[in-house]
């Protein structure tokens, strides 16, 4: 095994890492939001109750970490990769408020958006040394994301 695959073996490794965090800060700013506003917030609605596995899987999954993901990875990765600029700071807050607004633009959304936020981050982060990787890395971290949250529901809910 060489230094280039060890290398590429921590950066999976840090992307899957990643996409644990996204979870737990969409999770807790959610739990949080509820909490102040005293019920559920809105949020991505379920699958419907007929759903197999796998449309589950590619609607929640695969869809988002392949469409999303990418565009936020491009916006970041325009901006001065040298050092952290004005200009990654207004990305940021774009890719923010766009999140915001698209997830559902709730106070339980805002868990998404912050977790957009630090994937943005991260992408421009891994633009800086595996350079296109990122995008890959990115959706790997968005997939992993969504799939806890998959599994979870799918936990709770199982297909029949």
């Not at 695959?5 to 921590?10: E, F, I, N, V």
């Not at 936020?72 to 207004?90: D, F, K, M, P, Q």
């Not at 958006?113 to 990115?138: H, I, N, T």
Request: proline letters at 8%; aromatic letters at 10%.
């Amino acid at each position: 095994m060489g230094a280039d695959d060890r290398k590429l073996g921590k950066l999976i490794g840090q992307a899957v890492l990643v996409g644990v965090a996204l979870f737990t800060i969409s999770l807790l700013v959610r739990a949080a939001a509820n909490t102040i506003v005293g019920g559920p917030t809105r949020g991505p609605a379920p699958p419907p109750p007929d759903a197999s596995a796998w449309a589950v899987f590619a609607s929640w999954v695969l869809l988002p970490a392949l469409i999303e993901t990418p565009f936020i990875t491009y916006l970041v990765r325009r901006t001065n990769r040298e050092r952290v600029s004005l200009a990654l700071w207004i990305m940021l807050s774009i890719i923010f408020g766009g999140a915001w607004l698209l997830h559902g633009a709730s106070p339980g959304t805002l868990g998404q958006a912050c977790a957009f936020v630090l994937m943005a981050y991260m992408s421009w982060d891994w633009s800086r040394q595996p350079g296109r990787l990122a995008y890959w890395l990115a959706i790997l971290s968005h997939a992993v994301w969504n799939g806890i949250g998959m599994a979870l529901h799918l936990a709770k809910h199982p297909p029949l």
